[in-house]
C-alpha cells in the first residue's frame, strides 16, 4: 500500500492502517502525493522525528498554512488563525499563557466531583435497561455536559453544541473549503449572546475566567473568546468522546485487560495512558515548512507539508516496546495522544484525563459482564479515529448475570 494511501479517508475504513505505517515507519517521511493546492505531502511516522518537527516551530509552522492539508480546510485560514491551533510563537506563546488560566491542574482537580456527578447521571439513563450505544448514550453527553458546566451555559442547549460538533466533524472530511463557516456563524451568534449574558449576570464560569484573564496587560477580545469556543466544542469534546469509545472498545477486545481492571481499579489512571496512547484518535495535523530543510533524512522543500501521523507515532517500537500489544500496566506510555510535544501540546489534556478516569471508575463499578451487542460502526475519516456507534450489552452492578 503506497504512502498516498493516507490521504484516502477509506484507508482507515477499519481505524488506522498500523501495518502501513509500520512500513513506512522504517525510512524517511514519504511522499504522500500532492495536496489539495499543490503542495507536496509529506508522511511522518516515527516518533522521534513528529516530535522533532512539532518542537521546531520556526521552520515547521501552524501559522504559515494551517493544519490541514488545504489552508482553508474546515474554515478559511485567517480565520482559523485566530485558534491557538494555528499560532506559531510569539503569538501562540502570550495567547497560551492566557488560556491555560482556565486548565491548570488545580483548576481542573476542583472540578473532580462535578464531573463525577454528570457521568453517574449519564449511567443512570442506561444502565437499568441493560444494553445502550455506548458512544450515543455514554461517549457523547459526557464530555458535552462537562463543557457546558464549565462554560455556564443552559444544558437545554445540549443538542445544539451536539449538532454543532457533527457538523464540523462533516466539515473536516469535506472537499470543500470552508465547510464550517455556517456552523460558525451560528456559534458565534449563540456566544456572543451568552459573553453577553454572563458577563451582566456577574456569575463565575470559564467565559467570565476568560474574560477576566490578563496576562501582561493583555486580555482576550470577545472574538477570540468565541474561537476558544469553537475549539472546545469541537476539538475537545470531540477528541474525549472518541477516545471514550475507542477505550471502550478495546477493553471488550481485551478482556483480560478489562479483567484485571475490574479486579484493580486502583490501575485506571494508568490505564488511561495506555488507552490514549492505543487509540491516539487524531491521526494528524500538518505543518508547513518555512525553508528548505531535512526531516529524516529526506530534503523537504519550503512549502511543502508534513503529515504528523500520531498514532504512528504512539506505535513506535523505538518509544514503545512491543507497541501493538495492548497493556494497560504500560508503564508511562510515549504515546502523542495529545501531539506530538513541544508549544502544541494539548491545553486540555488534563480535563481529558479527568474524564476518562472518572468515567472508566464509575463503568466499571457499576456495569458487569459488559459485552459487544452488534458490529461498531467507524468514522470514515483520515483524520479523526472514532466510532460512530459502539452497541453494548451489561448488567447492572449486584444484579445476577443471566
Avoid at 485560514?77 to 485566530?82: F, G, I, P
Avoid at 510569539?90 to 488560556?99: A, E, S
Avoid at 512549502?303 to 500520531?310: A, I, P, Q, S
Amino acid at each position: 500500500m503506497p504512502a498516498t494511501d493516507l490521504t484516502d479517508p477509506q484507508t482507515f475504513a477499519d481505524g488506522p492502517p498500523h501495518a502501513l505505517f509500520d512500513e513506512l515507519r522504517g525510512g524517511p517521511p514519504a511522499d504522500s502525493g500532492l495536496g489539495p493546492t499543490g503542495a507536496r505531502l509529506w508522511s511522518v511516522c516515527s516518533h522521534a522525528e513528529i516530535a522533532a518537527a512539532s518542537r521546531n516551530t520556526e521552520t515547521f509552522s501552524s501559522f504559515a498554512g494551517g493544519i490541514f492539508p488545504h489552508p482553508d480546510q474546515v474554515n478559511p485560514l485567517d480565520l482559523n488563525r485566530q485558534l491557538l491551533l494555528f499560532k506559531d510563537p510569539p503569538d501562540h506563546t502570550k495567547y497560551r499563557k492566557i488560556l491555560q488560566t482556565a486548565f491548570v491542574p488545580r483548576s481542573v482537580a476542583a472540578i473532580e466531583d462535578r464531573v463525577r456527578e454528570i457521568v453517574s447521571d449519564v449511567l443512570d439513563q442506561v444502565v437499568e435497561d441493560g444494553h445502550c450505544d455506548f458512544v450515543a448514550d455514554v461517549a457523547v453527553p459526557i464530555p458535552l455536559r462537562v463543557l457546558i458546566d464549565l462554560m455556564g451555559l443552559p444544558e437545554a442547549d445540549l443538542q445544539k453544541l451536539e449538532d454543532w460538533t457533527a457538523r464540523t466533524e462533516a466539515a473536516t472530511m469535506s472537499a470543500e473549503p470552508a465547510a464550517a463557516l455556517p456552523v460558525l456563524g451560528e456559534m458565534a451568534g449563540y456566544m456572543g449572546e451568552q459573553i453577553t449574558a454572563q458577563k451582566e449576570a456577574g456569575g463565575e464560569s470559564l467565559v467570565t475566567t476568560l474574560a477576566a484573564a490578563e496576562v501582561d496587560g493583555e486580555s482576550l477580545t470577545d472574538a477570540e473568546i468565541l474561537v476558544f469556543f469553537a475549539l472546545l466544542v469541537f476539538a475537545g469534546n470531540d477528541t474525549t468522546r472518541n477516545t471514550m469509545s475507542s477505550g471502550m472498545l478495546a477493553l471488550l477486545e481485551h478482556p483480560d485487560q478489562l479483567e484485571l481492571l475490574r479486579a484493580e481499579p486502583q490501575r485506571i489512571e494508568t490505564a488511561v495512558e495506555e488507552i490514549l496512547r492505543w487509540t491516539s484518535v487524531v491521526n494528524y495535523f500538518c505543518r508547513t515548512a518555512t525553508a528548505d530543510t531535512e526531516l529524516g533524512g529526506r530534503e523537504i522543500a519550503a512549502g511543502d507539508k508534513v503529515m504528523l501521523w500520531y498514532p504512528a507515532g504512539s506505535r513506535d517500537p523505538e518509544a514503545n516496546p512491543e507497541p501493538q500489544r495492548f497493556d494497560v500496566t504500560r508503564a508511562e506510555p510515549a504515546h502523542m495522544a495529545f501531539g506530538g510535544g513541544g508549544r502544541h501540546f494539548c491545553l486540555g489534556a488534563g480535563l481529558a484525563r479527568l474524564e476518562l478516569r472518572v468515567a472508566f471508575e464509575e463503568i466499571l463499578k457499576r456495569l458487569d459482564g459488559v459485552r459487544l451487542a452488534g458490529e461498531p460502526q467507524r468514522l470514515a475519516s483520515n483524520w479523526a479515529n472514532g466510532l460512530t456507534s459502539l452497541p453494548i450489552e451489561f448488567t447492572p452492578h449486584n444484579k445476577e448475570l443471566t
